[in-house]
């Protein structure tokens, strides 16, 4: 007996030695620097590439204002959605590492061909004849090749910006160590300080190489900055823990939907007869809830030889759904009112062109030799949205908690209202700053020269970048944080997703309303409010119209928020206080 015991731990000492290599020699701190310096550089390059990019559109492509803010509207509204697809396919079919692979392959490609348009004369429309004041339009194939350059950054950003996170998570998660959760918190903190830093880079380093070094130089280095970050991804490659695709939440969804028009003519079990429907083993929720209970019909079971497998599994997705799949999309559902809250504030924040053809015809000088770039002043969005939140979180909470002697936190729906009224007060800022700054041009006689500079600080814009700085940080990570504690721990991937779809869904509605008010405003050879000429144009009505949005916005987000009723931790407590 004592023989077999010995033997008995001896061999799982030597299964548990040979193991350790599979389990453990794979992924770790080691994988860390690779991962989040993949991820950095790409939001340095593709980041850098943005706010310039009205100005090279009107000036080397001979682009209006409308039309070349409605193109980067277009441009931010496919980099914003991508993630969601880049989710799906990496979840679904090829995995993280080949997707933040293939992405980082894609990005690189994107900027050699953005590069390519200011290195080849070819590329671009030649230069405006001054003599006659013409300029000739772009022809097909210039738009095409920047276009595809537009397309190709696109799914580079798709394929690694939802999973460099996640990917990073699957190398630190280590269920058996105890240290385990406040690992992720560090890598988490680590993550998110690089891409704020990451942003500021771009918006500082890369705006400042292109105003002083051209175009040519600009988009090198994004380019140089973005190979780099294929490099160091690949580099790692030995030592990344590699997990394979699995099933995708947003597969299950479609599938709900579908085998629920399929039974809509079932009739729906008698109540409490748990035994119709369709559940995992071992699950607590045996039947679906009532609300949108036309869903239900997805997983009632019609003849359970044929709709159960032997492992007690749907024989056909597609025709069967469980009760789990059937909730997760009601809890989706139910959140989407709010979530359409936010988007009119994600147009605010999407206002990047017309804020750097103000600063550009304003002084920006901070000393006799510096001068800030028109395209950096997004940075003090950035800023103000890191200062606020480590205020929040270091200085206004505990001294509250220590005030009340108890625990205090400001609740995620407060936050989210608070957020988007800010909004609407930088969008009353812009509105009459910009009013300030065209009657100065106008007053030194500066109508017909947009590119003339006024005399009038550019810092005044700042005033309006920091209130959506502070408007992101309560709406934006209320919201972020209200679909996480809201949605099933399932479902976090969704969480993470819904606010880059907001952000998608905002550039295109910002199309439409910059497209809507040229067309109206232009109509009877009347000049645009954006018009290419800012000082013959009304911009600063153009942000009015934003601000009566942004308040009719935040009256439908009060109904939307009384119509949901209490959060997750509301109910909890009302629960409570009821049981006592």
Sequence with gaps: MEDTKMEDSSNQREMSHEEMPETHSKGGLITMPFIIANESFEKVASYGLVPNMILYLIKDYHMGVAKGTNILFFWQAATNFTPILGAFVADSYLGRFLTIGLGSICS??????????????????????????????????????????FVLISLGAGGVRPCSLAFGADQLDRRDNPKNVRVLESFFGWYYASAAISVLIALTGIVYIQDHFGYRVGFGVPAILMLLSALVFFLASPFYLKQQASKSLLTGFVQVIIVAYKNRNLTFPLPNSTASYHHKRDSNVVAPTDKLRFLNKACIIKNPEQDIALDGSAANPWSLCTVEQVEELKALIKVLPLWSTGIIMSINLSQNSFPVLQASSMDRDLTKKFQIPAGSYGMFNIISLALWVIFYDRAILPMASKIKGKPVRIGVKLRMGIGLFLTCIAMVVSAIVENARRKEAIRSGFQNNPTAVVKMSAMWLVPQFCLNGFAEAFTAIGQTEFFYSELPKSMSSIAAALFGLGLAVANVLASVVVSIIDDITSKGGKESWVSSNINKGRIDNYYWVLAILSFINLFYYFLCAWAYGPTGRQATKVKLMAGR
């Design 108 to 149: 690189l490609l994107g900027m050699i061909l953005l590069w390519l348009t200011a290195m080849v004369p070819q590329s671009k429309p030649p230069p405006c004849d001054l003599m006659t004041q013409t300029c000739s339009s772009p022809t097909s194939a210039q738009m095409t090749l920047l276009f595809f350059s």
